[in-house]
């Protein structure tokens, strides 16, 4: 299979090098490409406007879009969920017979507040800008010629990515703050979820990528402070959260109003997919351990 990975970053790299892995031929676009790992064939190309002649590879099987927006702005949700799968599916159409258009989109679309459980069929109509961009782009792809599936994610944590332990441990909520769930996934589980809805036969159109267990921060800042090694969850790599932010945390310079809803993966998992980290617990567990063994390698 000929796949080309659009806005191959944190969790586009994962899954290039997953497929590469695997025998498939991948092709990783972004704006600058040398951080591209080796596998992984570079395309230098900016999304934001129409795509010159020539520019993408011939007879692609499928495509992955994973590019995150720039900033919080309106305007890059634009740029990132509505023109750039437009242009790329412009530049695509005259020439390469898709069978797989896959986007990558956010719980972001929900503005659940209290708590509800969510999935594929809840109302969505986000009462934020970012929220709405996205439906947008997820109703142009999905609405377009190419067979198209829509993974909207939680928020992304992983190796280098710890921003979400380290605000759990050195920010516990306090006993008078109400319960507000957060929804999450491993990036190895969305680099995996992502190959699984590409060779999935008769895929539904759209959803949910989370782990098994939405979680208050209450219950992870207990779970935390359960832990043997505090000096080592001291030690956490003060890295910046993830850049794709799940609408139940509020992007940095964004104002809008927070979330509370428990996202559900039922349908990813009926499918088949199995979770390689199902809760926190375990994803949290290695991302610690990683980071134990680089501070033992480094000394």
Not at 4 to 25: D, K, M, P
Not at 78 to 85: L, R, S, W
Not at 227 to 256: F, Y
Request: with cysteine; glycine share 12%; aromatic share 6%.
């Amino acid at each position: 299979m000929r796949v080309l990975i659009s806005g191959c970053g944190y969790v586009g790299s994962a899954l290039g090098l997953l497929l590469a892995s695997e025998g498939h031929t991948v092709f990783g676009l972004r704006r600058d490409t040398s951080a591209l790992p080796p596998g992984i064939h570079p395309i230098n190309a900016d999304l934001s406007a129409p795509l010159p002649p020539g520019v993408l590879p011939e007879d692609l099987d499928a495509v992955v879009h994973t590019v995150s927006p720039g900033g919080s702005t309106d305007e890059s949700y634009k740029t990132a969920y509505v023109d750039g799968p437009r242009n790329l599916l412009s530049a695509l159409a005259p020439r390469n017979a898709l069978r797989r258009f896959v986007l990558v989109s956010s719980t972001g679309v929900y503005g659940q507040r209290n708590g509800e459980w969510v999935d594929e069929d809840s109302p969505t109509g986000s009462v934020s800008a970012s929220g709405l961009r996205l439906l947008e782009g997820e109703r142009l792809v999905l609405g377009g010629a190419v067979p198209a599936v829509v993974l909207r994610l939680g928020g992304i944590y992983g190796p280098g990515r710890s921003g979400m332990i380290k605000r759990a441990f050195h920010e516990p909520p306090r006993d008078e703050d109400p319960p507000r769930y957060t929804n999450r996934i491993h990036r190895d589980d969305c680099a995996g979820a992502l190959r699984h809805l590409l060779l999935l036969q008769d895929p539904d159109p759209i959803y949910l990528g989370v782990d098994h267990e939405p979680a208050t921060r209450r219950t992870i800042a207990g779970w935390l402070a359960s832990q043997p090694g505090g000096p080592l969850l001291e030690a956490v790599s003060p890295s910046p959260p993830a850049v794709r932010v799940d609408a139940n945390e509020t992007p940095r310079g964004a104002s809008r109003a927070r979330t509370n809803k428990r996202c559900s993966n039922a349908r990813l998992v009926a499918s088949g997919y199995r979770f390689r980290y199902p809760t926190f617990r375990e994803g949290f567990t290695a991302l610690l351990h990683q980071t134990k063994d680089g501070d033992s390698t480094s000394k």
